[in-house]
């Protein structure tokens, strides 16, 4: 049963190009150009190609070219050539490409030939013949294969030793990916803007015009390193800012009727109610003008998600914070119409539609903040010790993605126990493989035991980063000193206060929810609310960042809150935050 619930009374409580091919100069745009008109039996063969019957069409074009003559019989013989490659076929699309005259060809079939013939080169072992290959316009291509085009130019430029001029090829290949390619194209797009410096990522981001599709990707990568933009993102983003309430001078502007949709009852409960807390507690705490705030009960599941965003909608919420669950904002994202923008408060399986971003506080937010750290600290080799748990899996798979993406490699990943045994051997052989550093996505116990077996192995004095989770199972200084100079993420609301919250320890005191390990999600909750009356702020400016809860939040050109969390380490004991 699904349940709403209206606010009671107040309670007291983020233009370069190197000189290259000029085809990607020519191929910035991903529409169609207009090509001459194939014969009908050539545009049906055409036809069944783009339909996926490759093989039909390459036998079908073959046939055609065998009693054509001239610029027709080139232009069949090189379609059909490319209908064999895609039929799996190369070598009898390699006899075909011996018997027509390149020259004599124009507009698609010209294209079609060229990218061919650039994604032929590599399996030929010439990467270098890539770049010679690609000639004629991508435009009279359909999407997806100019996203190919533009992705044999990538590897040509990157074979070259240029990843400036790899990058923004694959930026130009994203609007004809999807699923899978498109996600190991941004992490290639990633990987490559690694290995540029600060001081260039910087200088090239602000050289690219309106509309690059390289910015955003050099935007998001700047966000990462927590450095200032040179201009706000592009947006693609569908929000509804010209439907709220006029802006206040600090970008407070919040929805007119706030949805939030959070496990109210079922097994995810316990953790939605110090959520709530923190959100109702940011909520009180603002005097200017306010939305209407009304709660949807999701009962925990992806069904009770989707049915709680369409009552939300279809009673006139403008803005949806929720849902908590992993599985319940995957179910969401995969619903055709969400026509009402929101803030999801978990990682998706999905990309964020247009008009949608994801906060979260997911073992992968930590796993990707501390690789952010060690390559901050020119930390390369890094050693991953590693729990058994979901959480300290899912945080070192994100720390080694991330480190991997920057040009660092880890050095050996250790499996830990929940009671950890003797890995001496395996620590020295890591500090001798040259491991300059450690990852620790283990809960305070386990690291307790894990600390003497490192100093043994050298590592006491290398840099040493957990997760959040290191402070599970701690308290007891006497026994946590084993752990000082172990640095981790932790919530910037304990060490430096927040705008409009009480000290954390005196909010401990009155309540249970903002208490203990409670206290993470009370500031998560208190942040969520925060996002959504800030949002225009955060979407439209270049310095439009938040100085949170749980961190300095701000939004990158793809739906995610990036969070620059604040930073701990024990010392006699006892966690005492870092200076900024």
Not at 258 to 272: D, F, K, M, R, Y
Not at 516 to 530: N, V
Request: glycine share 8%.
């Amino acid at each position: 049963m699904h349940t709403n619930a209206r606010l009671a009374p107040i309670p007291n409580r983020l233009r370069w190009l190197v000189p290259g091919l000029a085809l990607l100069l020519a191929a910035g745009c991903a529409t169609v150009a207009t090509a001459p008109v194939a014969a009908p039996d050539h545009a049906a063969a055409l036809a069944q190609l783009e339909q996926g019957q490759a093989q039909e069409a390459a036998q079908r074009l073959e046939t055609l070219a065998l009693a054509a003559k001239g610029t027709p019989r080139n232009a069949l013989l090189a379609d059909a050539a490319f209908a064999w490659h895609e039929a799996g076929d190369d070598t009898r699309a390699r006899s075909l490409l011996a018997q027509l005259d390149p020259r004599r060809l124009t507009g698609a079939s010209r294209a079609r030939l060229s990218l061919l013939n650039a994604e032929l080169a590599p399996a030929a072992q010439q990467p270098g013949q890539v770049q010679a290959a690609l000639v004629g316009d991508p435009a009279y291509l359909a999407v997806p294969l100019q996203a190919r085009w533009h992705v044999a130019a990538a590897a040509a430029y990157e074979a070259a030793g240029d990843a400036l001029g790899a990058a923004s090829a694959r930026a130009r290949a994203e609007a004809g990916l999807q699923g899978d390619a498109r996600d190991q194209n941004r992490r290639a797009i990633e990987r490559l803007l690694s290995s540029l410096d600060n001081a260039t990522l910087a200088a090239r981001a602000a050289a690219l015009p309106a509309g690059d599709p390289l910015y955003n990707f050099a935007a998001r990568a700047l966000v990462r390193r927590g450095l200032p933009l040179p201009r706000p993102f592009d947006q693609g983003q569908a929000w509804n800012f010209d439907q709220r309430p006029p802006g206040a001078s600090d970008g407070y502007r919040p929805p007119r009727r706030l949805a939030v949709l959070l496990p109210l009852s079922g097994q995810l409960a316990t953790a939605a109610a110090p959520v709530r807390d923190g959100l109702l507690a940011g909520y009180y705490g603002e005097n200017r003008q306010r939305p209407e705030v009304v709660f949807y009960d999701t009962a925990g599941t992806p069904a009770g998600a989707v049915a709680a965003y369409a009552r939300a909608v279809s009673e006139g919420s403008d803005f949806v914070v929720g849902p908590l669950g992993r599985d319940e904002v995957t179910a969401v994202y995969r619903e055709s119409a969400l026509n009402v923008p929101g803030l999801a408060l978990n990682r998706a399986s999905v990309a964020p539609p247009p008009g949608h971003a994801m906060f979260s506080l997911a073992p992968e937010d930590d796993g990707l903040a501390a690789a952010d750290y060690l390559l901050a600290r020119e930390h390369r080799q890094v050693l991953v010790l590693a729990g058994q748990d979901e959480n300290g899996r899912r945080a070192a798979e994100a720390f080694a993605s991330r480190l991997a993406e920057r040009g660092g490699k880890v050095a050996a990943t250790v499996t830990v126990s929940e009671q950890p045994a003797n890995l001496a051997a395996q620590l020295a052989q890591a500090a001798a493989a040259g491991a300059d550093s450690v990852f620790l996505a283990v809960r305070g116990p386990q690291a307790r035991a894990l600390a003497p077996q490192m100093a043994l192995a050298g590592f006491a004095a290398r840099t040493r980063v957990g997760t959040s989770q290191l402070t599970s199972g701690t308290g007891k200084a006497e026994e946590d000193v084993v752990l000082d100079g172990i640095v981790f993420p932790t919530e910037a609301w304990s060490s430096r206060g927040a705008a409009g919250l009480p000290q954390a320890s005196l909010a401990a005191a009155a309540l249970p929810t903002a208490r203990g390990p409670a206290a993470r999600l009370f500031a998560f909750g208190y942040d969520a609310w925060r996002i959504s009356a800030y949002l225009e702020r955060l979407a439209t400016r270049a310095d439009g960042e938040l100085r949170g809860a749980t961190g300095d939040l701000r939004l990158d050109g793809f739906g995610n809150v990036v969070r620059q969390p604040a930073w701990a380490t024990f010392s006699g004991g006892v966690p005492v935050p870092l200076a900024r």
